[in-house]
C-alpha cells in the first residue's frame, strides 16, 4: 500500500514569494498533520486536518495555512516567505483524528530553501 | 507550554554495544508517548506507549515508559551500523498534536 506522498521533493523559493505543498495520506487515512523541522527548532507542529476542518494549529505566524480536500489530500501554504522558513515540511496521516494506536507515519518531507 | 527533553544529545558506539536513549516529558493532557527514528527525510514508527510500566519490544529495540517519572527509555540492545539514526521521542496529547524532542543522534561504528 503507498505510503505519504509528498510534492515537490525540493523546492527554492525568493524571499516574499509564496509556496504551496501537497500532501497525500495513505489510502483511507482522513487525518493529516503537518509539522516543520529545522536544525535549530526540531519538529514542530503546524497544524492537523480531519474531514476537512482544521482541528489544530501550532505557535505560527497566519502566513502558513493549509486546507484538506475531501479525497483527504492536503495542502499547506506560505505566503510571503522569510529566510527563516527554510526547513523541512513533514506530512503526517493516520487512520482516524490523533494519532490512533499505529501513531502517525510521515512522508519524506519537502525541502524548502528561501534565497 | 508541553516540553519534551531527549538525553544524550548524541551517542557514537560500537556495533554490538547496548545504548539506552533518554526521553522526558512535561505535557498537559498526555495521552501516548512516541518513538520514531529519522535516517533521512521521513521519520519512522517504532512503538507507542500509553501505559506505564509495559514494555514494548521488537527485535533489538525496547522501550518502556514511566508516568511517574514523566519519562521513557529506549534500549538497543547489540546494536548495528543500520541502526545509525535520529530518535525522536514525542508527546500526543489530547490536542491531538505531537510535540516532540529535540532528538538523539546514534551513530554505531563497524
Known amino acids: 500500500k503507498a505510503g505519504v506522498t509528498q510534492t515537490p521533493r525540493y523546492l527554492i523559493k525568493t524571499r516574499g514569494q509564496q509556496v504551496t505543498l501537497s500532501c497525500s495520506p495513505i489510502?483511507?487515512?482522513?487525518?493529516v498533520s503537518w509539522y516543520q523541522q529545522t536544525p535549530g527548532q526540531g519538529l514542530q507542529f503546524l497544524f492537523e486536518?480531519?474531514?476537512?476542518?482544521?482541528?489544530n494549529k501550532g505557535n505560527f505566524p497566519g502566513r502558513f495555512s493549509g486546507r484538506q480536500f475531501s479525497n483527504s489530500r492536503s495542502e499547506m501554504n506560505v505566503s510571503t516567505l522569510e529566510l527563516g522558513d527554510s526547513a523541512l515540511y513533514l506530512c503526517?496521516?493516520?487512520?482516524?483524528f490523533g494519532a490512533g494506536i499505529y501513531g502517525y507515519t510521515f512522508g519524506s518531507g519537502t525541502r524548502l530553501t528561501v534565497v | 507550554e508541553d516540553k519534551v527533553v531527549q538525553s544524550p544529545l548524541s551517542l557514537v558506539v560500537h556495533e554490538g554495544d547496548t545504548v539506552t536513549l533518554n526521553c522526558s516529558y512535561e505535557?498537559?493532557?498526555?495521552?501516548?508517548l512516541l518513538w520514531y527514528k529519522q535516517e533521512k527525510k521521513a521519520p519512522t514508527f517504532l512503538f507507542m506507549l500509553?501505559?506505564?510500566?509495559i514494555e514494548k519490544k521488537s527485535g533489538r529495540l525496547s522501550s518502556i515508559l514511566d508516568k511517574k517519572e514523566l519519562s521513557s527509555i529506549l534500549n538497543i540492545t547489540a546494536t548495528q551500523t543500520g541502526d545509525s539514526a535520529i530518535y525522536l521521542c514525542?508527546?500526543?496529547?489530547?490536542?491531538?498534536?505531537?510535540?516532540f524532542g529535540g532528538g538523539t543522534r546514534l551513530m554505531v561504528k563497524p
Open positions: 503526517a496521516s493516520s487512520l482516524k
Open positions: 489510502s483511507g487515512h482522513r487525518s
Open positions: 486536518y480531519f474531514s476537512e476542518t482544521q482541528r
Open positions: 505535557v498537559t493532557n498526555f495521552r501516548s
Open positions: 500509553t501505559s506505564s510500566g
Open positions: 514525542a508527546v500526543d496529547n489530547a490536542g491531538n498534536m505531537l510535540t
